[in-house]
């Protein structure tokens, strides 16, 4: 499936600075954060996903609009540092898909 996926190459800021002028939110992911089940994603979002072990890159943290995360379980016990790279970014394009397709799925 990858091979089917069309790759664009762009320095982030300056795709971030094009999301701004289209008022695009870029969303980064922490482990502090509004939880990503507890979210309602807008149609058009821009995710950044950082380094498993040193997060979000300071350089680009400006351009972020709202922080979300994956909230531990249970709640308030730190269980795990983070997860996998792989297994966020399922978990949350998985629930920031599911969140803008509610209505198709009750039909």
Same mark, same amino acid.
């Given at each position: 499936?990858?091979?089917?996926?069309?790759?664009? $190459?762009?320095?982030?800021?300056?795709?971030? !600075?094009?999301?701004?002028?289209?008022?695009?939110?870029?969303?980064?992911?922490?482990?502090?954060?509004?939880?990503?089940?507890?979210?309602?994603?807008?149609?058009?979002?821009?995710?950044?996903?950082?380094?498993? +072990? !040193?997060?979000?890159?300071?350089?680009?943290?400006?351009?972020?609009?709202?922080?979300?995360?994956?909230?531990?379980?249970?709640?308030?016990?730190?269980?795990?540092? +983070?997860?996998?790279?792989?297994?966020?970014?399922?978990?949350?394009? +998985?629930?920031?898909?599911?969140?803008?397709?509610?209505?198709? $799925? +009750?039909?």
């Amino acid at each position: 499936s990858t091979l089917r996926v069309n790759v664009f $190459y762009t320095p982030l800021p300056e795709l971030f !600075s094009d999301a701004r002028n289209l008022k695009i939110p870029v969303y980064g992911t922490f482990t502090e954060g509004t939880a990503i089940y507890n979210h309602s994603c807008p149609e058009e979002m821009i995710i950044l996903f950082g380094n498993e +072990s !040193s997060g979000i890159d300071e350089m680009l943290l400006p351009w972020i609009t709202e922080k979300i995360a994956i909230p531990e379980f249970p709640p308030g016990k730190k269980s795990v540092e +983070s997860l996998n790279i792989a297994s966020a970014v399922a978990v949350i394009v +998985s629930e920031a898909r599911r969140t803008k397709q509610v209505d198709d $799925y +009750s039909k």
